[in-house]
């Protein structure tokens, strides 16, 4: 396995890399995460620190809260980050990491909120 996990919008216009044992998968199933993404979320908890963007010119945030935001391509409209503000973490869509991640869904969060159209996905060990 790589060093570090490279990522990507749809269009290239952000490119960014996240060392390969960061935390995760994480999946959230509140409202909020599936109006954003239209369906549950699934990230990946990398140290703020250690993200490095190798391209980043079509990157937009949205902050809709004193505590959170979303960034996103504006280009292309991925949905990149979720950046829960004043935390360690940044968190980066599972998705958008380019080749194999390595990873397993260890955690779902908040599913009393999740949709009815399909089952909580399986959590396994890291
Ligand atoms: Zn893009
Ligand atoms: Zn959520």
């Not at 280009?75 to 958008?96: E, H, P, Q, W, Y």
């Not at 390595?102 to 009815?116: A, C, P």
């Amino acid at each position: 396995m790589a060093e570090r996990l490279n990522a990507s919008c749809r269009c290239g216009g952000v490119k960014f890399s996240i060392p390969t044992d960061a935390a995760g998968v994480f999946c959230c199933h509140c409202g909020d995460c599936r109006k954003a993404h239209g369906n549950y979320m699934a990230v990946i908890g990398a140290p703020r620190d250690d993200v490095r963007f190798e391209a980043d010119g079509t990157l937009q945030w949205w902050g809709y809260s004193d505590t959170a935001r979303r960034g996103f391509c504006s280009t292309c409209g991925s949905r990149l980050f979720k950046d829960n503000i004043g935390t360690d973490l940044l968190m980066v869509s599972a998705g958008v990491i380019d080749g194999p991640t390595g990873k397993v869904i260890v955690k779902n969060i908040l599913t009393e909120f999740k949709g009815d159209w399909y089952e909580t996905p399986a959590v396994h060990d890291a």
